[in-house]
């Protein structure tokens, strides 16, 4: 059974860097028919996707965070990451990580970590 | 971007009832959508992909149906765990978005 577990602080000060960690268990991040990706959640508000990764290390990010956004693969630990600079108390929300599973005519995220809460505050 | 309109954004019903939730898509997105519920403080639970396929372990209630722009998901005989937010998703360009959630409530 695949699992993903995220990590990271849960509290950064504006204007620094939110890095979050995701531990993917019970399966490997080096599949060729899955993305890993990250999707937040504002308190109180709906999903929104930030981007996803290929085991090739291509990456596709959400526009709207423009270049603050990177999401990097780590083969050897199984893990993948997320990096967001230059936070504003706009990027305070829920964090998941999760796979995107693609085939023929079919894409979807099905397996999701728990979710962490990242506060943006000083 | 391709916007998703959930309609309705709240709903209530009873065990028992039959339900159908909309989701419209602002352009076609072929059959790339996918339905996800979610408790609070939980997160979302994958109930049907490619528009009308059941995910393994969902039970037979939850159904989908749509291509193009127009997509519902209907569950069938409500039942008290069935009660949460649910919100579709377009997997076919990025960046892929997200309707802005269904909340059923319990009458």
């Known amino acids: 059974q695949l699992q993903l577990q995220e990590s990271g602080r849960g509290l950064v000060k504006p204007s620094e860097t939110l890095s979050l960690t995701c531990s993917v268990s019970?399966?490997?991040?080096?599949?060729?028919?899955?993305?890993w990706g990250w999707i937040r959640q504002p308190p109180g508000k709906g999903l929104e996707w930030v981007g996803t990764?290929?085991?090739?290390?291509?990456?596709y990010y959400n526009p709207s965070l423009k270049s603050r956004v990177t999401i990097l693969l780590d083969m050897s630990k199984n893990q993948f990451s997320l990096r967001l600079t230059s936070v504003t108390a706009a990027d305070t929300a829920v964090y998941y990580c999760?796979?995107?599973?693609?085939?023929?005519?079919?894409?979807?995220?099905?397996?999701w970590g728990q979710g962490t809460l990242v506060t943006v505050s000083s | 971007d391709i916007q998703l309109t959930q309609s309705p954004s709240f709903l209530s019903a009873s065990v028992g009832d039959r339900v159908t939730i909309t989701c419209r898509a602002s352009q076609d997105i072929t059959s790339y959508l996918a339905w996800y519920q979610q408790k609070p403080g939980k997160a979302p639970k994958l109930l049907i992909y490619?528009?009308?396929t059941l995910q393994s372990g969902v039970p037979s209630r939850f159904s989908g149906s749509g291509s193009g722009t127009e997509f519902t998901l209907t569950i069938n005989s409500l039942q008290p765990e069935d009660f949460a937010t649910y919100y579709c998703?377009?997997?076919?360009?990025?960046?892929?978005?997200f309707g802005q959630g269904t909340k059923l409530e319990i009458k």
């Open positions: 990764i290929y085991y090739s290390g291509s990456t």
């Open positions: 999760a796979r995107l599973t693609s085939g023929w005519r079919s894409r979807q995220f099905d397996y």
């Open positions: 998703q377009q997997l076919n360009s990025f960046p892929y978005t």
């Open positions: 019970g399966g490997s991040i080096s599949n060729r028919t899955d993305y």
């Open positions: 490619s528009a009308s």
